[in-house]
């Protein structure tokens, strides 16, 4: 471990398919108590970079650093080891699972019966609701429930909640609040910041401006595959990040464009 290194850096990350280029040298650093909002509009390569972090696909070309070491990942189960987790959009849980076997799904708690040893139903209940209560989901009392019952809201805080309880350093959440009311997603946003304040690292991947300011340290925009711009808190105002985003110069464009029509269809017309 190299002291004052950040959690995990990336260094010039690329990943080309059969040609193009999906990601042109990405490099972040990613920092323990931070949140690191990755933004972009669909296309932008979020969703490659979140497979490399995560250990689906390696990089084509640039390192990988955790805690000033690099490292390869081969699978998903690798980023694991080295603290990373993945929460995808619909929190990456089982809907016809009991939230306590879901909780624990591939690391189940078993109690001995005679000579064999089965699932600690009781046990993982109680750890699942424990855990999802100290990030404030109050309304889910019962380890047994479905997790196909749970709101969108409940699911992301089960999966967050099952991160930090297997001792994640670096939570990666996929667009978390896409696919929820605003209630659900404050109520997420606030989970962000309980993740920042345990010191998790955390990569905060959405292409929404207002929620990522809300709770961002730091941030990238991502456009056709490269960084854009990459910023702290305070050093862009909100329009500033949404134009650029947009497409900034393409939309000032097509405004004069514009412009320029409807002035020559005014002196048509005179």
């Known amino acids: 471990m190299t002291v004052g290194a950040p959690l995990l850096r990336l260094t010039n990350v690329s990943k080309t398919y059969v040609g193009t280029n999906a990601l042109l040298n990405i490099s972040l650093d990613v920092e323990a108590g931070k949140v690191l909002c990755l933004l972009g509009d669909n296309g932008a390569g979020k969703s490659t970079l979140i497979k490399i972090l995560s250990g689906v696909h390696a990089p084509t070309a640039g390192t990988i650093e955790v805690n000033g070491e690099p490292v390869r990942f081969s699978s998903p189960r690798d980023a ?25 799904v591939g690391a189940e708690p078993t109690k001995r019966w005679g000579p064999l040893r089965r699932f600690d139903k009781k046990l993982a209940s109680e750890i699942a609701i424990r855990e999802m209560q100290s990030l404030g989901i109050t309304g889910v009392t019962d380890g047994r429930r479905l997790v196909g019952s749970l709101s969108g809201g409940e699911r992301q805080a089960l999966a967050i909640a099952r991160g930090v309880y297997f001792g994640a350093s670096v939570l990666i ?41 809300s709770v961002g340290d730091h941030f990238a925009v991502l456009i056709r595959g490269e960084k ?10 909100r329009e500033q990040v949404t134009d650029l985003m947009a497409g900034g110069e393409a939309m000032a464009a097509l405004e004069a464009e514009l412009a ?11």
Not at 197 to 205: D, M, R, S, T, W
Request: charged share 20%; no cysteine; glycine share 8%.
């Open 80 to 104: 694991s080891a080295y603290g990373i987790a993945t929460v995808h959009q619909f929190g990456g849980t089982f809907p016809l699972m009991s939230v306590g076997r879901s909780f624990f």
């Open 228 to 237: 854009a711009d990459d910023f702290r808190k305070g050093e862009r105002t």
């Open 173 to 213: 959440l996929d667009e978390p609040t896409a696919a929820l009311g605003v209630k659900e997603a404050t109520h997420v946003l606030r989970i962000i910041m309980q993740a920042r304040q345990k010191g998790i690292a955390v990569v905060f991947v959405t292409h929404n401006v207002l929620h990522a300011i």
């Open 260 to 270: 320029e029509m409807q002035a020559q269809a005014h002196h048509d017309t005179t």
